[in-house]
């Protein structure tokens, strides 16, 4: 199975633009987000969700700072 991110915003907005690659693992779609989260959040993406397959690892992890 492989590992994917689904890009999420707040609003209907699509990314159909952005390439996200498919990984072999969980640790390298973590690398991936890990180094590409800001590139991702300056276009527009507020959230993602890990997917293994169609299964849901975890969802909604936002790209935002946290607020003080």
Request: proline fraction near 4%; charged fraction near 30%.
């Amino acid at each position: 199975m492989s590992w994917t991110w689904r890009l999420e915003a707040k609003s209907d907005k699509q990314f159909d633009s952005i390439e996200v690659p498919a990984f072999d693992n969980q640790s390298d779609a973590e690398t991936w987000i890990g180094d590409e989260w800001q590139t991702l959040l300056d276009h527009g993406v507020d959230a993602v969700t890990l997917l293994e397959g169609d299964r849901i690892e975890y969802s909604d992890m936002s790209l935002h700072p946290p607020q003080n």
